[in-house]
């Protein structure tokens, strides 16, 4: 009896030794600015999330959506009262709020999508489609004839300056003379609004659409009168497969696997975040340019594209060649392209990048001015 007693105590002793920190139980929360049903931002989100949840052993999650920004500490303090050791905040909004919350709770890690402000037991991250914008302004501009291309955007904070500056940085490469013109809903999750905005600059003049807002509406809007648009976070192709000529597609989960693996592992603690950001693009595959994923652009434009021609280092090529080449050149392990290196005014004629230099994911994250195409009132900007 004695015997069999030792026996199974070292066993038992054996099996706690085997334990690795593989093994450990997380408890992952996530805050959503939206529905997840939006078909866009928040939808990403949570699909990668449920990624996440399947490839994690030990992982378990929960999320709260249709949270106003401004309103998170309150979520917050259900969540870690919950027993959430681990809260993502994926609105650029609930930054301050997420990084009161760092200093109230410690002991939780916290990561916070879009932002750029950090702590000890904080982490920011952002898959960003900057440099897919340019590559979908591209073919914007050899799309249209108006020469004036829409663009419904959600709130002119940082992330949509740089998107719509780069996205008319792609327009004028190809259209030097084309307008970039944005309309404001202020609100990411609005089909009213943005189907009211995407109407009002058709009847403007303007022959493709582009936007930030959390739904399938522009591309809706716009197909019904046969103007070419770019889908935005998730494909939106069966929305409008004979009008959505490409788009961007994020991967969330490429992010959220890494980070929770490293908390759940050890590397990442509440004391040492203070100098993590995730900044992934292309080469990281946390984005992808698309119609849908694996169509980078819909078969049905592809003729106009390769048609379309565009000046670069003195040669004529077509825009379809370019857009593949940068999309090759961007996705690879050490880019040469990136669509803000200077030089490059803004729309006032002020230098904000000078020649040679690359904008630094600092002042991305930061960034206030628009480039030189961008129309329409703008907040914050500076005129000098």
């Known amino acids: 009896m004695r015997t069999r007693w030792l026996l199974a105590l070292v066993a038992l002793l054996l099996g706690l030794g085997t334990t690795t920190a593989q093994d450990k139980k997380l408890k992952a929360c996530f805050i959503y600015v939206g529905p997840i049903g939006d078909v866009g931002w928040t939808f990403a989100h949570n699909e990668a999330r449920l990624a996440a949840e399947k490839a994690i052993p030990g992982l378990e999650t929960k999320y709260v959506e249709s949270v106003p920004e401004g309103q998170a500490m309150p979520v917050i303090d259900r969540l870690v009262a919950d027993g959430c050791n681990v809260i993502f905040t994926t609105s650029f909004g609930f930054m301050d709020q997420t990084l009161e919350a760092a200093k109230k709770y410690p002991d939780v890690i916290f990561a916070h999508a879009s932002g750029f402000k950090r702590a000890p037991n904080m982490a920011t991250y952002m898959a960003d489609f900057y440099q897919v914008y340019y590559l979908n ?98 494909s939106m192709y069966k929305y409008a497969p004979d009008y959505v000529v490409s788009g961007q597609i994020v991967h969330w989960e490429k992010i ?77 392990a050490k880019p040469t392209f990136d669509p803000f290196t200077g030089p490059i005014k803004d729309r006032y004629g002020v230098i904000r990048v000078p020649a040679g230099k690359t904008m630094t994911i600092k002042e991305l994250n930061e960034m206030k001015w628009m480039a030189p195409g961008v129309v329409g009132q703008v907040a914050d900007e500076p005129k000098q």
């Open 256 to 332: 959220y696997i890494d980070f929770l693996k490293k908390v759940q592992s050890g590397t990442y603690t509440n004391k040492n975040l203070q100098n993590v950001d995730y900044w992934w693009l292309l080469r990281e595959g946390a984005v992808s340019l698309g119609a849908q994923t694996g169509m980078p652009i819909n078969p049905k434009f592809v003729p106009a594209l390769k048609a379309a021609k565009m000046t670069v280092n003195g040669k004529q090529v077509s825009v379809y060649d370019r857009v593949m080449e940068l999309l090759k050149n961007m996705s690879s």
């Open 137 to 234: 302004g591209l073919m914007a501009g050899a799309l249209t004839k108006s020469g004036k291309v829409g663009y419904v955007g959600a709130f002119p904070i940082p992330e949509l300056k740089r998107h719509i500056s780069a996205f008319a940085l792609g327009v004028r490469a190809v259209n030097p003379k084309a307008t970039v013109n944005v309309k404001w809903i202020n609100a990411w999750f609005d089909p009213a609004k943005a189907r009211e905005a995407a109407e009002a600059l058709i009847a403007e003049g303007n022959d493709v659409l582009a936007f930030t807002e959390d739904t399938a509406t522009v591309v809706q809007t716009a197909a019904k009168k046969k103007i070419p648009s770019f889908s935005h976070y998730n």
